[in-house]
Structure formats: structure tokens, C-alpha cells
């Protein structure tokens, strides 16, 4: 009987998944010629199984009726159409779903060596690419191995074998690089670790998938964001951090750190929008409010099925007013802005006004602040951290503001017009060394 040898290479993408990236995997089978002289070429099998979140990050999709959309339909992982030497289904009459969207590809003649490339369309993709083969002695097919090893399985996109755990309870991390050998000479066979989504190589791959635990800064103690791990992982489309010489930033692609807690601030015309100074204060994203998915609600996560809740992004809103009867007053006095909910929260808590939406909202009276202060530059910038200062505040008493204050704190009342102006959110609160702003801020809900 011939010894044969059928293997896939590589085995995994050592790399971090990227939209629009293309592998390239070899199946091999050996010997050429059997123990009677003949050809051992056989049709090749190749298929994929895919994750399939909608989109290609968490804010943002590719629906244009071709190939590489990224529908919750499509899967993330798909082999390119029209390959030389071999036919590639779109839709397979198969009960098993994860063949659907170009998952299934098959040699158009006998091969001894079979090459197919895989295209990625998901920053968070991942998958395993089986090559199977009808060779004697197995039934109904025989599935390569990982080249070099005796490890039959599909080759992995990307390399997924830990995640930092010990989930075998034995007080060390899993033995997680599965060979078929024993690597760590403890006289067993590796184990075969938990999986958790995300590329082995990638900095904060130390925790599940699901985990919300980022814990700096520290805010009121609060751990997480409410994003997963593997949400911070994928990644979404931003503007950039927010700083205080904010103006028209390019769009562009961004994983996060699940260790740091992120805000996201909406932006499509104020300028500083999002400022939010404060060392102890969370790290800031600018979200163009006009590329957003859901611009009624304003959800970061929107194309998403792996997580927790809904992030929602505070929208910075013009509201643009003329004096006498419109004028924008609250219990007699001139609103220059209010916050109308959360950070956490789609549902309006405060709206006198009526803006359009359900998601949080920062709003801004401009001609007032125009009309009113001295330095508009300053006092806009002024107004804007202060209404998403209760976005993250709200559950403090008086949604966040205090007085007597810090002169140069943003959140306490009652407004200024007049130089200087307040220009971060304190640290201390007052002489008796109580905690400030910095030390109150939460992302999760109560």
C-alpha cells in the first residue's frame, strides 16, 4: 500500500487580519506515483469557514452588489473568483452554510499541487481554509495536514491558538501552539487552548473576546468602555484623536486598546469639537457624523455581533438661533448649550428644544456664545467640553456640575462670558482635597 503525504501550507497567517488582504495556500500531494506506478493526482477540495460580521469594522460597510461586499450575509473570508485551474462557487447546494459566499473551490482537473488565494474583508476576519482529497484508505476524504506536522486541520486566518488564559485551571498559561508535538517536554501533547477570536500576535491578546475591562484612566473606578476586546480589536473608521487644533481630519482606519478607555464624539462642522482636556480623562475619538451608519442614534458599534450593548457617540450639534422669541432660554436663563442624556444611554433625558435623533447630543448655541462672550474661539471650545462633560458625569449629582469650583475647571456653574476660561476638568474639587472631575467620569452605565 503507498505512504502518502497530503499537507496544507502555511499553515496560519501569522498577521493581523486586513481588509482587502489576499493569502495564498498550497495543498500537496506526495508521493507523484503510487506502489503500481500511478498518478497520484487527485481533484482538490478547498473550503472555508468564515466568521461573518456585517461590515468591515465596527462603523462601516461595503454593499455594492459585487464579490467583496461585507453584508451580514457575506462571509469574511472568501476565495477570489475566476482563478486559473479552478471552479469557485459562490452558492453551493450543501447543508453545511459556511460554503455559501465564495467558501468552496475545487481543482477543474486531477493536480498533484493545488495554490488558491483567499481574500480578507474584514479587519476582525476569522476562519480556517481545509484542503481535502480522495486518497486510498480514507473515506469519504482525506483533510490536509499543517505542513511539517501531523496536526489534520484547516490552515487558520490568522493564527488563533490562545489567549492568554489559563483556563485549564493548572496555574500556567495554556501550552497553546498546537504541533502535535510536546514542546514544553512536560510529556504530553500540547494542549489545544482556548480560542478567542483575535490574532495571537496582536498586542492585548490576553483576555476573551467579550471582556470590557479597560481600567485606565481611572475615572470613578468603573472598569470598561463598553466595547469587547475583540470590538477594540476590529477597529473602526475615525478622524482622529480629538486635541485642542481640531479642523478637518482625513478618515481613516484605527484598532484600539482595550487597556484605555475610548469616548467618541460625532463631529460635521464646530470647530474644537470634542475637546476634552484632562489627563485623567478618556482617550477621544472624532467620528464624522456624516459617514456614520446610524445617524439617528448615533451607535459606534453598529455593524457589530459581538457585543455587550450599544457605544453610542455624543453628536456635537449647531444650533443655530435668533434672539426675542427663540431665544434658547431654560428657567430663565440663556442656555449657550445643554447635553441631552448619557453617554451610555439612546434615549433623550433632557431636549427642550426638540434636536433631531435619539443618540447623546451636545448642543451648542453658537450665535449666543458669538453674541454673549468675548472670545468665541474659547468660549466655544469651553461650551462644547462642558456639555460632554455631563455626558460622562450625568450620574453625578447635578449631572456633573459643581460649585464652588476650580477657576480653570469646565464643569462648574454658573456659565462665563468673559475671559479667561475655564480650559480642563479638575483633578481636586476644592481645599478639602475631594475628588474632581477627573476622578468621577464613567463610560458604562450605573
Not at 110 to 132: E, F, K, M, N
Not at 265 to 281: D, L, N, Q, T
Not at 308 to 327: L, W
Not at 412 to 435: A, K
Request: net charge negative.
Amino acid at each position: 500500500m503507498t505512504v502518502w503525504e497530503f499537507e496544507i501550507d502555511p499553515p496560519f497567517i501569522d498577521a493581523l487580519p486586513q481588509d482587502g488582504a489576499t493569502y495564498t495556500f498550497t495543498a500537496t500531494i506526495r508521493p507523484e506515483k503510487d506502489h503500481y506506478g500511478q498518478s497520484m493526482a487527485r481533484f482538490i477540495v478547498f473550503e472555508i469557514y468564515s466568521s461573518r460580521e456585517p461590515g468591515y469594522c465596527l462603523n462601516a460597510s461595503r454593499e455594492q452588489g459585487l464579490w467583496t461586499d461585507t453584508s451580514p450575509e457575506d462571509n469574511d473570508l472568501k476565495f477570489v473568483p475566476n482563478q486559473q485551474g479552478f471552479q469557485i462557487e459562490n452558492d453551493v447546494d450543501l447543508p453545511i452554510e459556511p460554503y455559501l459566499g465564495y467558501g468552496w473551490a475545487v481543482t477543474v482537473n486531477p493536480v498533484l499541487t493545488a495554490s488558491v488565494q483567499v481574500r480578507c474583508l474584514d479587519y476582525g476576519a476569522y476562519g480556517s481554509i481545509w484542503a481535502l482529497a480522495d486518497l486510498p484508505g480514507q473515506e469519504p476524504f482525506a483533510a490536509a495536514r499543517w505542513k511539517g506536522t501531523f496536526v489534520e486541520r484547516g490552515a487558520l486566518i490568522p493564527l488563533d491558538q490562545r489567549d492568554g488564559l489559563d483556563n485549564d485551571g493548572d496555574g500556567e498559561l495554556d501550552e497553546d501552539l498546537i504541533d502535535g508535538q510536546d514542546n514544553d517536554n512536560d510529556g504530553e501533547i500540547d494542549e489545544d487552548a482556548e480560542r478567542n477570536l483575535i490574532y495571537d500576535g496582536w498586542q492585548w491578546n490576553n483576555g476573551a473576546a467579550m471582556d470590557d475591562n479597560d481600567n485606565e484612566p481611572q475615572g470613578d473606578g468603573t472598569r470598561g468602555d463598553g466595547l469587547t476586546r475583540y470590538e477594540e480589536y476590529r477597529g473602526l473608521l475615525v478622524l482622529g484623536e480629538a486635541n485642542d487644533g481640531n479642523r478637518a481630519q482625513v478618515l481613516h482606519y484605527i484598532r484600539l486598546n482595550p487597556v484605555r478607555k475610548e469616548i467618541f464624539v460625532s463631529v460635521s462642522e464646530i470647530p474644537h469639537a470634542g475637546y476634552f482636556p484632562g489627563s485623567g480623562m478618556p482617550t477621544t475619538y472624532l467620528l464624522d457624523f456624516n459617514n456614520l451608519p446610524d445617524q439617528e442614534s448615533h451607535i459606534v458599534n453598529f455593524h457589530s455581533t459581538m457585543r455587550i450593548r450599544p457605544v453610542f457617540s455624543i453628536r456635537v450639534y449647531r444650533r443655530i438661533v435668533a434672539g426675542g422669541p427663540a431665544e434658547p432660554i431654560w428657567h430663565g436663563q440663556i442656555l449657550y448649550g445643554y447635553c441631552t442624556q448619557p453617554i451610555w444611554s439612546g434615549q433623550r433625558q433632557f431636549d427642550p428644544f426638540g434636536v433631531p435623533g435619539t443618540g447623546p447630543m451636545a448642543v451648542i448655541h453658537t450665535a449666543q456664545i458669538q453674541r454673549d462672550c468675548d472670545d468665541y474661539g474659547s468660549a466655544s471650545r469651553y461650551v462644547v467640553g462642558h456639555e460632554i462633560g455631563h455626558s460622562v458625569l450625568w450620574h453625578q449629582p447635578n449631572n456633573g456640575h459643581h460649585d464652588p469650583g476650580p477657576d480653570f475647571c469646565l464643569m462648574p456653574i454658573p456659565i462665563r462670558t468673559s475671559s479667561p476660561y475655564p480650559s480642563e476638568f479638575c483633578g481636586i474639587l476644592n481645599v478639602n482635597q475631594d475628588p474632581g472631575c477627573q476622578f468621577r467620569w464613567r463610560l458604562n452605565p450605573p
